[in-house]
Nanobody
Framework: QVQLVESGGGLVQAGGSLRLSCAAS????????MGWFRQAPGKERAFVAT????????YYADSVKGRFTISRDNAKNTVYLQMDSLKPEDTAVYYC????????????????????WGQGTQVTVSS
């Protein structure tokens, strides 16, 4: 069983920055893809960004492209989400997730493709 622990959320003004971290631990950790989703009040959980563990290839939702950057530290089994130029509409609970099987490109943005999830961290952007 893989455990994922997110950190780094908080309250920030519009235009500000935050960096989220997600540390993976457990008896075995073997992830092909690790990513971030977010869920705003009253909305479905939505894809934000993901990264392929071996190649480092990244994918982003159109709403965050150019403002958010996902990266990973293989030695620490940790993925990061650098969020810049934050907007009030970025307010949500952010969840880290992993996929233990190889995902074709068409599946990396689907919530159902991911096997393990963290507990979430709140990000609030004030206007």
């Amino acid at each position: 069983q893989v455990q994922l622990v997110e950190s780094g959320g908080g309250l920030v003004q519009a235009g500000g920055s935050l960096r989220l971290s997600c540390a993976a631990s457990g008896r075995t950790f073997n992830s092909y893809t690790m990513g971030w989703f977010r869920q705003a009040p009253g909305k479905e959980r939505a894809f934000v960004a993901t990264i392929r563990w071996s190649s480092g290839r990244t994918y982003y939702a159109d709403s965050v492209k150019g403002r958010f950057t996902i990266s990973r530290d293989n030695a620490k089994n940790t993925v990061y989400l650098q969020m810049d130029s934050l907007k009030p509409e970025d307010t949500a609970v952010y969840y880290c997730a992993t996929a233990k099987t190889p995902l074709p490109d068409v599946l990396v943005r689907l919530r159902s493709s991911y096997d393990s999830w963290g507990q979430g961290t709140q990000v609030t952007v004030s206007s």
